[in-house]
Every structure is written in C-alpha cells, then in structure tokens.
Antibody, heavy 128, light 107 residues
C-alpha cells in the first residue's frame, strides 16, 4: 500500500525559500501510471493545487505560483520535492503531497486523474 | 483556468437525512470530476472519481452524478462520520482546480 510522508521546516522567513520533501513508500515514483502533486490549504480555507511532476521529470505548475515554484523528482531516493521561492505570509498553509493516479494506468493517454493517497500534511508558517 | 463552484458553501443536516451537494464547472469537463471528503486536521480522502465511480471502501450511500458542467454528490442517509467538508476537483485541464468546499454540519 502506497504511503506518502511530507517533511521539512515548519517555519520559513519572508522572502526565503520554502523547501519540502515527500517520501513515497510502497510504490515507485518512476511509474508512468502516476503524477506526483503538491496541494496546499491556507488556514481555514480550501484546497489549492500547486503543481505536479511525472516520471520523466516533466512539470506543470498552477498559474498562481508559476515563476516561484520548482517541483523535482529524486528517483534514487523515491521522493519528490517542492521549492517555493520568495515566500510571503500568504504562503502560510498546510502543504500536502499526493499521488495523482491516471485513468487506465497511462498518464500519456488520459486526461482523467485523481489524488490518492495523500500525505498527512505539514504546516508551514511564513513569519520573521 | 477552469473555475469550479460548489453549492451550498455550508449545509446543516440531521443523521439519516439525504443531502445533495452540487459542483458547477465554468466550461465542459466531460466527466473528469472527482470528489473528496476532508475531516478537521486530516488529509482529504478520495470518495468518487470520474464523476460517479465510487472508490473502493467508500460506502454505497455516497453517489456521484453529472457531466459536462453540472455535477452532484448525494449522500442518501447521513451517518455521524459523514459530517465533514467536501470538495470537487477537475482534471480535464492540466491545471487542476478545486471547488471552494461544502461544509456539512450536524443540525
């Protein structure tokens, strides 16, 4: 059974870079059946998709963070990472990593995908 | 970006009642629509994918429907564990978007 676990600092200073890692166990990040996503949730607010990466390292980012975000894949450690640059208080949120399951088992051939499972989430506060 | 709008934003209901949550997309997304349940302090949990396909282990009282721009999540007989926040999410566009959420509370 696949499990995801986020790790990283819980406090980041304004203008600095938020860095988080998601360790994947019970499955391989090299599979072409999945993307690997980051989703965040500001306190008391809804879910916001940040971006994802596929097995080849191809990334897609939401327009709200594009230009500040980098998602990368480490196949040797079976994990993927998020870097969000030049953070402000508005980036304070619980950050979740999630496996993005592609319908039919091939992400190249399907638009349909869904998030399952999710990591437990990690609260990152941006404050000096 | 495709905008997803849920209604209502909050809902009070009693155990045993039937409730319906709706989700509207700003343009057609076929059936590329997923539903999640989130409880306080927890990660979201997938309930339904492809508009109406129930995830393994999810009780059959949950039912999804709809296509194109209008979707629904029905819970046929509310149980105490169903009180949570529900989100829809589209994957038709590679820029995924969520609805704003519907908080289901006990009356």
């Amino acid at each position: 059974q696949v499990q995801l676990q986020e790790s990283g600092p819980g406090l980041v200073k304004p203008s600095e870079t938020l860095s988080l890692t998601c360790i994947v166990s019970g499955g391989s990040v090299r599979s072409g059946s999945y993307y690997w996503s980051w989703v965040r949730q500001s306190p008391g607010k809804g879910l916001e998709w940040i971006g994802n990466i596929d097995y080849s390292g191809h990334t897609t980012y939401d327009s709200s963070v594009d230009g500040r975000v980098t998602i990368s894949l480490d196949t040797s450690q079976n994990r993927f990472s998020l870097k969000l640059h030049s953070v402000t208080a508005a980036d304070t949120a619980v950050y979740f990593c999630a496996r993005d399951v592609c319908d039919g088992g091939n992400c190249d051939d399907s638009l349909l995908s869904w998030f399952d499972p999710w990591g437990q989430g990690i609260l990152v506060t941006v404050s000096s | 970006d495709i905008q997803m709008t849920q209604s209502p934003s909050s809902l009070s209901a009693s155990v045993g009642e039937r409730v319906t949550i709706t989700c509207r997309a700003s343009r057609s997304i076929a059936t590329y629509l997923n539903w999640y349940q989130q409880k306080p302090g927890k990660a979201p949990k997938l309930l339904i994918h492809a508009a109406f396909i129930l995830q393994s282990g999810v009780p059959s009282r949950f039912r999804g429907g709809g296509s194109e721009t209008d979707f629904s999540l029905n819970i046929s007989s509310l149980q105490p564990e169903d009180f949570a926040t529900y989100y829809c999410q589209q994957s038709y566009s590679s820029l995924y978007t969520f609805g704003q959420g519907t908080k289901l509370e006990i009356k």
